[in-house]
C-alpha cells in the first residue's frame, strides 16, 4: 500500500495558477490509479481529476475540463495537478487518492488519501 503527501497549495488571486503534487512512498506506485477530490467548508467532498496507472486514461469534473489537467511520473512515484485561471470558487482543501482499481475508486475498503493541501483563491 503507498502513502501519500500533498504539496504545492497556497494563496492565489482569482485568475492564477498553481500546481499541486501528490508524492507517493513505495515501489508500487506504478499500478495505483490515482485521483484528486476537493472539500469546500461546509460541502461535501466532490471529485476533481482522474488518471490511470499509466497515465494514458484521464476523467476530469466538467467545471475543471480546460482548466485542470492531471499527470503523474511513475519515475519519481508523484502525481500533480496544474491549476490555471482559478476561481474563488476553487478554494478548498485538496486530496490525493491512490487505488489500484480506476473504476472502483474511491472506496471505503482500498483507496489510500493524503492528508490534503489547502488553496485558497481571493477575488
Known amino acids: 500500500q503507498v502513502q501519500l503527501v500533498e504539496s504545492g497549495g497556497g494563496l492565489v488571486q482569482a485568475g492564477g495558477s498553481l500546481r499541486l503534487s501528490c508524492a507517493a512512498s513505495?515501489?508500487?506506485?506504478?499500478?495505483?490509479?490515482m485521483g484528486w477530490f476537493r472539500q469546500a467548508p461546509g460541502k461535501e467532498r466532490e471529485f476533481v481529476a482522474q488518471?490511470?496507472?499509466?497515465?494514458?486514461?484521464?476523467y476530469y469534473e466538467d467545471s475543471m475540463k480546460g482548466r485542470f489537467t492531471i499527470s503523474r511520473d511513475n519515475a519519481k512515484n508523484t502525481g500533480y495537478l496544474q491549476m490555471n485561471s482559478l476561481k474563488p470558487e476553487d478554494t478548498a482543501v485538496y486530496y490525493c487518492?491512490?487505488?489500484?482499481?480506476?473504476?472502483?475508486?474511491?472506496?471505503?475498503?482500498?483507496?489510500?488519501w493524503g492528508q490534503g493541501t489547502q488553496v485558497s483563491v481571493s477575488s
Open positions: 487518492a491512490a487505488d489500484r482499481d480506476f473504476w472502483t475508486m474511491p472506496n471505503d475498503d482500498t483507496t489510500t
Open positions: 488518471i490511470d496507472w499509466s497515465g494514458s486514461r484521464t
Open positions: 513505495g515501489r508500487t506506485f506504478g499500478r495505483y490509479a
